[in-house]
């Protein structure tokens, strides 16, 4: 089964400490996981989509966000919490970019399309957050009929109770196989 990676917002408001809706040290300790596995994706010659939240101001607050959080993601915001340098060196040959203002990288965004175009039945989601945009992401691919697998260490929810609630719907509720950095 042909199969594509989600790096979902791994970005600098999320990630850095003074990102707007930073989850600190603990988004921070999963960076070396997720450089790990992008490293092998780039080995295994595989495709990664790089997800990314990408809010602009003047239509922000018409967003149901804006109820709830703050104003992110918005220029640097956005920005992958990845060295530049970095990935570039370790980036795989088959990388794209997916820009979304919903929780779900496939609301309102072209990756469902691009992925049937491309044959891809499985996804294998990383990122933040665990319990909000990561889990969003699996519901509808869950109910677009792809097979789905989580890295749990490659994921950091809002809260640690958020994310083991995630992982916990994501094995019981939409079949996903929960694995770690290690079984790639």
Not at 168 to 177: C, D, E, P, Q, Y
Request: one cysteine or more; charged letters at 25%; hydrophobic letters at 35%.
């Amino acid at each position: 089964m042909k199969r594509a990676y989600l790096l979902i917002d791994y970005v600098y408001d999320f990630i850095d400490d003074q990102g707007v809706l930073s989850l600190g040290k603990r988004g921070q300790a999963i960076r070396p996981n997720i450089l790990k596995v992008i490293n092998d994706i780039k080995e295994k010659d595989e495709t990664l989509y790089v997800c990314n939240d990408n809010h602009e101001k003047e239509s922000y607050n018409y967003s149901p966000e804006s109820k709830l959080f703050p104003l992110h993601c918005n220029k640097k915001g956005s920005k992958l919490a990845i060295d530049e340098e970095l990935f570039s060196q370790i980036m795989p040959k088959r990388t794209y970019n997916i820009s979304k203002v919903m929780y779900s990288s496939f609301n309102g965004t072209v990756l469902n399309l691009v992925l049937q175009q491309q044959g891809i039945r499985e996804l294998v989601l990383m990122g933040v957050c665990t319990d909000i945009c990561v889990l969003h992401t699996a519901i509808d691919a869950y109910n677009l009929g792809y097979e789905i697998t989580v890295i749990s260490d490659c994921c950091c929810g809002l809260t640690d109770e958020g994310h083991q609630f995630a992982i916990n719907h994501f094995r019981n509720t939409l079949g996903a196989n929960i694995i770690t950095s290690k079984d790639i």
